[in-house]
């Protein structure tokens, strides 16, 4: 069974600045799909950034950017310029490639701090 | 608002009552999901419907948890006889086939 882990429960960035948050994944796939998502306090967790792992370039969105390294297994999220609205927790999820099941495994999150 | 929507967003109950939680997906998406989530941890899989087929279920979920989907649209989640480990968030989320999850602003259930 995949897993997903995120070594780091809390980080926090001065306003500004920038912070990388790691993630590591367990599979025997050689392609799926992974995910960073944000979970603001009392509101909705929403999609940050994707990636697919069949392609090699890192994907970007605007501020947000991840360092993919397939064979490391390793899915890290940079996010440039940090903004207060970017404090959240932030869970990376691994998803398998098929649609059947249940396809998607969260990791335990990492709790950004943004200090102003 | 065309997003996912739960309610109530939160639930206070002694233990031993029952609770129900609603969601109603993006009116588009097939698939609905529910997790459960507690603090400081991310979303753990309970049960998943493609259309009104609940077609996984995880073995965190209980004989005291019931979730339907009587028509393919909106889904109820209920607790039998609920006990204090239940107290936790509960979220929903919805897709288009085993495409990007969008997720509703959970229900908190406290279990006194």
């Known amino acids: 069974a995949q897993t997903v882990t995120q070594s780091q429960p809390e980080m926090s960035v001065q306003e500004a600045e920038t912070v990388t948050l790691s993630c590591t994944y367990d599979?025997?796939?050689?392609?799926?799909?992974l995910f960073w998502y944000k979970q603001p306090p009392s509101r909705q967790m929403i999609l940050v950034i994707r990636?697919?792992?069949?392609?090699?370039q890192n994907a970007t969105e605007n501020r947000f950017s991840v360092n993919f390294q397939k064979a490391a297994k390793s899915f890290s999220l940079k996010i440039s310029d940090s903004q207060l609205g970017d404090a959240a927790m932030y869970f990376c999820?691994?998803?398998?490639?098929?649609?059947?099941?249940?396809?998607?495994?969260f990791g335990p999150g990492t709790r950004l701090s943004v200090l102003p | 608002d065309t997003g996912v929507s739960q309610d109530p967003r939160h639930k206070i109950t002694k233990r031993g009552q029952n609770v129900t939680f609603r969601c109603d997906p993006i009116s588009e998406h097939n698939r609905l999901y529910w997790y459960r989530q507690t603090l400081g941890q991310g979303p753990e899989f309970l049960t998943y419907?493609?259309?009104?087929?609940?077609?996984?279920k995880s073995r965190l979920l209980s004989d005291r948890f019931s979730a339907e989907r009587p028509k393919g649209s909106f889904s109820t989640l209920e607790i039998q006889r609920t006990e204090q480990g239940d107290s936790a968030m509960y979220l929903c989320?919805?897709?288009?086939?085993?495409?990007?999850?969008?997720f509703g602003e959970g229900s908190r259930l406290t279990v006194l």
């Open positions: 989320a919805s897709s288009l086939g085993g495409g990007e999850l969008f």
């Open positions: 419907f493609q259309n009104e087929a609940q077609l996984e």
């Open positions: 999820a691994y998803r398998r490639i098929d649609n059947y099941g249940q396809n998607f495994v």
């Open positions: 599979t025997s796939e050689s392609d799926y799909y």
């Open positions: 990636q697919e792992a069949y392609k090699q």
